[in-house]
């Protein structure tokens, strides 16, 4: 049967150049259906009539099918034709007599993105008589093979009001899709009380386990929920989109489960609405090797599964490796070639040998950075509190001989929950980052993941901006801008900022560049706040929120150490150097917050651009009061850093002077924070549920600016009966016009071999003259600390050298090092730069290849 495409008819007298043919081949699979009904739409939009097929009055061509296709092997040159899957190309030819866009996929999908790009272009276009004006030859491959986004089922009722809503998910994964994004991973079961824990009853009753059901949930329910969940699975799939249920509860045993809700934790094991009865000890493998069985078979089209592998989803230690077994069996006897995603946390080596022994075809899973988004990169050190286990990171699984894939999962739901995030910079960075140990997928979280975390289930989702300021139908369309940059650079990380420069002009006109610039611009304050200015203890997504908490009252916040240790100095250990006369390569808590001031300022300078060229609609005045947002979160740790440091400098020198400047800069961040309150205004809802009230998650930033006003005038009352003796004695800066850090080349290295040195050679030159380089290494695992080697100058090279001895380096790991460099007036600064790139160099071991 031949697919057709709707006759799209504007009237009689029409010229032939108005008219577009849509030549493709019988009978096209579902992604390919859906780039070109874009296409056509996008034709009929700019007033052309497209046509099935080529008439003596047509007057452009679009050629679609795959690379096998022997019309396209016909036209399009064999160096052109796409191979790898998911590639595409684009070429603009002449077919039968006629201008011609040909559009090649290697497969599907890589078809559908070419659609679906040259749907965009056309939309481009101001030309009425030739719609491919805007469109360029292209060739495309993907740099990352799975591009993916995770959601959280953490709150019943907003769930269902989207598992239901059948308009929703098309415009989702058209979203998606369009963004070149190919990976849905739903997760069931993440600290939310008990729902879902497991998720199987949710959908179906097993009759060998009656006892086992999910408390007030009737066999209609069920049959809902089933059928709305597989028209989810097949409309993503007919958008090139393969959905991946992740199961993370096994049984509900309180705890960490409950989510920090009030009660959740003592309604384990009790009969209870909403929850799961009758799963015991006795009868959990039973039980959850039958419904496994039985959701593989309800759900055969999903992409694969993923399951949290450790207590946190209710087993016991003892019960993990004897459970696992068992799944892993059924998996392999019922879905033979699914993919299986095993978290990394507390993940024992024997289990994940127990899942390849059986035959699946299994990854490793963890979480980038840690539960919140940080730089785009892996942290040069992670916190000691968790330096030697499995909880974050890649810690120690980057073995050799490599058994499994790790995928990466960035926990931006962490800390992007609901302002506008969205930087091209960061994604290409963070997607060669993903290439570690031969990676090639990764997943973020999807914008308002924790939305109604912590809400009694059945409370109604509460909305996120107030009407008169909406400019969207669903929440998810406002963040648009983030899911094209997550998916189109990690699928092509040269893509041309056109493709976002364009949709920017579109929506806004005059004044798009100047609000894309700055929300390009204000997308690197988050991440800066977690890597440089962040408590540990707020680590988890149930527990941290760099957007809207102040991390406590200063002497609290004056404790925090920032998640990448070997490149941030805290402020306790400013105050000691300050103190001891000390100086160090990391970036300093000055340094950061100077960092923080001229971002703030590049943002509100956008901010006035945008005002300045025009901007109006709900849509412009609602980003740009998140930009406005972001510039007052800069300064607000700008000036909270300095403070830090000083009333550091007081509790360890008993300096007065110091407290009065940190109430001083205490002051000036209170001043930041009454700037983001005015900011936000009456845009955002006044209550905004991201997490669990009690356990300290605001509704609002002014319930923030209340507490931090009575921490300043708890400060004031400290200073009111502090006790200084003498002034602390600080080692009294150098006189120096230098305030840059030395200049440092690395040499390329090649190849470790054990048993050999590796020579490390830098090139480093400051106006000071140098003070020290020194060369930091270990191997590529996070369990490790790290070595150092002074470099050697020497002089007829002009090049520092250090030696990486032979008998450290080892098949097992790969090697990584950075350099310490210092000038003698005191500037440090390590390198590589992360401003520009990773900051270390990782060096392959060589290995023979295996036979």
Not at 89 to 113: H, S
Not at 217 to 229: K, V
Not at 383 to 401: S, V
Request: include cysteine; charge should be neutral; hydrophobic fraction near 40%.
């Amino acid at each position: 049967m031949r697919w057709c495409l709707p006759l799209l008819v504007f009237g009689a007298g029409l010229l032939p150049a108005a008219r577009v043919a849509v030549v493709a081949g019988a009978d096209p699979a579902p992604p390919v259906r859906h780039g070109l009904t874009k296409l056509t739409e996008a034709l009929h939009a700019r007033g052309f009539v497209v046509e099935p097929a080529v008439s003596p009055r047509t007057g452009f061509v679009v050629l679609a099918g795959l690379a096998s296709d022997r019309r396209i092997r016909a036209v399009l040159p064999r160096a052109a034709l796409p191979s790898a899957p998911q590639s595409l190309a684009i070429l603009k030819t002449e077919w039968q007599a006629k201008p011609t866009l040909v559009l090649c996929g290697a497969d599907a999908r890589g078809l559908m993105y070419a659609a679906l790009e040259a749907a965009d272009r056309i939309s481009w276009s101001t030309s009425h008589t030739d719609p491919f004006d805007k469109i360029r030859n292209l060739t495309e491959s993907p740099y990352l093979a799975e591009r993916g986004i995770s959601m959280y089922t953490m709150h019943r009722a907003y769930f269902e009001s989207r598992l239901f809503d059948e308009v929703h998910w098309k415009r989702y994964f058209d979203l998606l899709a369009r963004s070149r994004i190919n990976a849905f991973t739903i997760i069931f079961g993440y600290e939310n009380g008990g729902f879902m824990a497991p998720a199987y009853p949710y959908f179906f009753d097993l009759p060998e386990h009656p006892s086992v059901r999910l408390v007030g949930m009737t066999r209609e329910q069920q049959a809902r929920n089933t059928a709305a969940f597989r028209r989810l699975i097949r409309l993503a799939q007919e958008r090139g989109i393969d959905v991946i249920p992740a199961i993370w509860d096994h049984i509900y045993r309180g705890g960490v489960q409950g989510g920090g809700i009030p009660g959740a934790s003592e309604l384990a094991g009790k009969e209870t609405s909403g929850l799961v009865a009758g799963l015991t000890e006795q009868n959990l493998v039973p039980y959850t090797k039958a419904a496994l069985r039985r959701f593989l078979e309800v759900f055969p089209e999903i992409g694969g599964i993923e399951f949290r592998m450790h207590s946190e989803s209710g087993l016991k230690r003892e019960e993990m490796a004897g459970f696992w077994h068992e799944v892993f069996g059924i998996i392999a006897k019922a879905k033979p070639g699914l993919r299986v995603t095993l978290r990394a946390k507390e993940l024992p080596d024997s289990i994940i040998d127990d899942a390849l022994q059986q035959g699946l075809r299994a990854r490793v899973e963890t979480k980038y950075w840690m539960e919140q988004m940080g730089l785009p990169f892996h942290p040069t050190h992670v916190n000691r509190q968790n330096q030697r286990d499995r909880r974050h990171g890649y810690a120690d699984l980057l073995t050799y001989p490599q058994r499994y894939r790790v995928h990466w999962r960035l926990w931006s739901g962490g800390t992007a929950r609901l302002l506008l995030w969205a930087d091209p910079e960061y994604v290409r960075r963070f997607a060669a980052s993903a290439r570690l140990y031969d990676g090639n997928s990764f997943d973020v979280n999807e914008m308002l993941a924790t939305k109604m975390l912590g809400e009694p289930h059945d409370k109604p989702p509460l909305p996120l901006l107030n009407p008169k300021y909406r400019s969207y139908d669903y929440e998810f369309e406002r963040y648009w801008h983030f899911y094209q940059v997550w998916g189109r650079v990690s699928y092509n990380p040269a893509t041309p900022s056109e493709v976002w420069e364009e949709e920017f002009r579109q929506r806004f006109g005059t004044p798009g560049i100047h609000l894309m610039r700055g929300i390009h611009t204000a997308s690197r304050v988050l991440p800066r706040i977690v890597a440089a200015a962040y408590r540990y203890q707020l680590f988890p997504t149930t527990r941290g929120w760099a957007e809207m908490m102040r991390q406590g009252d200063l002497p609290l916040f004056a404790t925090l150490e920032g998640t990448d240790i070997e490149q941030f100095q805290s402020p306790a250990d400013a105050a000691r150097d300050l103190l001891a006369g000390r100086t160090t390569s990391r970036r300093t808590p000055a340094e950061t917050s100077r960092w923080f001031s001229e971002t703030a300022a590049q943002i509100l300078a956008h901010v006035r651009e945008a005002e300045a060229a025009g901007a109006a609609g709900n849509e412009a005045l609602s980003t740009l009061t998140d930009l406005k947002i972001l510039a007052g979160l800069a300064r607000f740790y700008a000036a909270r850093l300095n403070a830090a440091v000083d009333y550091n400098l007081y509790r360890q020198g008993k300096d007065l002077a110091a407290l009065d400047q940190a109430i001083r800069q205490e002051r000036e961040a209170v001043a930041s924070w009454a700037e983001i309150v005015k900011a936000a205004g009456d845009v955002y809802h006044s209550e905004l549920a991201f997490g669990v009230h009690r356990v300290g998650f605001p509704r609002h930033w002014k319930e923030e600016l209340e507490r931090l006003q009575a921490g300043l005038d708890k400060l004031v009352e400290e200073r009111t009966g502090a006790q200084g003796g003498a002034a602390a004695t600080r080692s009294a800066p150098r006189e120096s016009a230098d305030t840059s850090p030395p200049r440092v080349q690395i040499e390329p290295v090649g190849n470790a071999q054990p048993g050999r040195d590796l020579v490390v050679s830098v090139k480093a030159e400051d106006e000071s003259g140098i003070g020290a380089i020194r060369l930091r290494y270990r191997h590529l695992t996070q369990f490790e600390d790290y070595q150092t080697a002074d470099m050697q100058l020497d002089a007829i090279t002009g090049r520092y050298t250090a030696r990486i001895p032979g008998d450290f380096i080892s098949l097992k790991w790969d090697l990584m090092f950075f350099i310490e460099a210092m000038d003698k007036a005191g500037n440090g600064r390590n390198y590589p730069d992360l401003e520009v790139e990773a900051p270390y160099v990782i060096v392959p071991v060589h290995r023979a290849p295996s036979r």
